[in-house]
């Protein structure tokens, strides 16, 4: 169907929606909805194709997947297998990645704010590279590091102040930014500058990070020359050899068949070949790069299912879908207005008959899944499958309204397991203490 024309891994057949070759109708079945479906069979493609490119490309790479996406112990393990490295930014995630024996010399440590019980952590568990934020951070690092009798590799994240024309919750590249060291203020210069002076810290290299949900990649050209540029300014206090260039993420899917991201071969033969150039004009050795995409390895990957209930026109003005999730499962459409494509699942095979607003469940007037779906007639008991969930949803999920969390199931080889089960009232209920009982 041409509005689904720009999705991965669906199908119609029999009327309804199979995805990743499993019908969704079964799922919703055997799992109850709302749930959260990921395609593990499209996460170790993306993982494939991001690996390979480097590969191919003969560059030493690390790609340290963006924990903060959608990390579960199950899918620490799904990463590793495919050689894939881990980018945490919460003692949480870091202690996820401890717990399913990711190993450590492909983790990245990051955050603006890391404590210090976090940071003791990481330091523990032997992480392979702090990206450094701060000031702060670096003294105390420094601190902690020589307690543990360790010399901490380290990235500082600089801001290049590159303008990506995405959407402005999302940018990060300003000089604007809670994230990273200025680079036109001079507050990263200061910063390496101090580091001469810090007996337990070994800076390794520069990390910029300009945005997400990006398409154009003249804007991760403009970035590395900047880093460069301001690098080979201050090459006297990086190693000659052996040093290292991290370029975040940031690459875009397609939630609508709006959207026309270039693809991770190309992003990944763009970043190299523009290090390249920069760093031959600059006569300065090839680093060894990182990279850390998010959503573009498991968004794509992710479907939600929903029962829809109470369908309420409002004549000359909209008809409200109600489904059984919410802004706790979804909350990227209340957050920053994200867009997505959904079709009904159980009649796939049916042809749009308007646009609608689907809305959640929770009680807050801005809590709608999409604001504009286009869909065959919807009825109460039909299942909804809103596509591309697989980041920053069940990551950014809340139990708002006290709902429990939908259960996380893996596609695989066309099985389905359990990545995560259900919430139950007990899970809500847990660390409630009673002073009145
Ligand atoms: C969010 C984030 C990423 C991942 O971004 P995507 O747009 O999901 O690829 C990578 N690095 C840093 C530092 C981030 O904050």
């Given at each position: 169907m041409s509005h689904l024309s720009h999705l991965e891994q669906y199908e119609i057949r029999d009327r309804k929606l199979f995805f990743a070759g499993v019908d969704t109708t079964g799922l919703a079945r055997q799992f109850g909805t709302p749930l959260w479906v990921l395609s593990e069979d499209l996460v170790r493609e993306k993982c494939r194709r991001y690996v390979g490119s480097f590969a191919r490309l003969g560059v030493p790479a690390t790609v340290a997947y963006a924990g903060k996406a959608f990390l579960t112990t199950g899918f620490c393990g799904l990463l590793k297998n495919e050689g894939m490295g881990l980018d945490v930014c919460s003692g949480g995630e870091l202690a996820t990645a401890r717990a399913a024996g990711f190993p450590m010399d492909r983790v990245i440590f990051h955050g603006n704010n890391k404590t210090a019980e976090e940071i003791e952590q990481a330091l523990d568990a032997g992480v392979a590279r702090f990206v450094v934020d701060n000031l702060h951070e670096l003294r105390l690092l420094n601190d902690l590091a020589g307690r543990a009798h360790r010399r901490q590799a380290v990235f500082f994240r600089v801001t290049p102040g590159v303008n990506t024309h995405t959407h402005s919750f999302v940018q990060t590249g300003h000089l604007d930014t809670k994230f990273g060291f200025g680079i036109e203020n001079g507050a990263a210069e200061d910063a390496i500058r101090l580091t001469a002076s810090l007996p337990n810290i070994r800076l390794v290299g520069l990390h910029c990070h300009i945005g997400s949900?990006?398409?154009?990649l003249s804007c991760f050209r403009a970035a590395v020359d900047i880093v460069l540029g301001f690098q080979n300014r201050l090459r006297e206090f990086f190693p000659a050899h052996d040093w290292e260039l991290d370029l975040g993420g940031g690459l875009g899917i397609r939630y609508t068949s709006e959207d026309f991201p270039p693809p991770i071969e190309l992003y990944v033969e763009t970043l190299v070949q523009a290090v390249r150039a920069r760093t031959t004009a600059l006569g300065l050795p090839m680093p060894a790069l990182w990279i850390e995409p998010g959503r573009s390895v498991v968004a794509p990957a992710g479907l939600t299912l929903y029962t829809v209930g109470a369908v309420k026109p409002i004549p000359g003005i909209r008809t409200y879908v109600a489904v059984d999730g919410s802004m706790a499962d979804h909350p990227r459409t209340a957050l920053y207005g994200a867009v997505y494509s959904a079709v009904l699942a159980n009649k796939a095979d049916r042809h749009p008959v308007g646009t609608f607003a689907v809305a959640g469940k929770a009680c807050e007037s801005g809590d709608m899944i999409i604001h504009q779906a286009l869909l065959a007639d919807p009825e109460p008991g039909d299942l909804l499958a809103v596509f591309c969930t697989g980041a920053y949803h069940y990551s950014m999920s809340s139990n708002y309204n006290r709902l429990r969390r939908p259960a996380v199931v893996g596609l695989s080889g066309g099985e389905a397991r359990l990545l995560v089960r259900r919430e139950t009232y007990e899970d809500l209920l847990r660390h409630d203490l009673d002073p009145y009982a």
């Open positions: 949900q990006l398409f154009d």
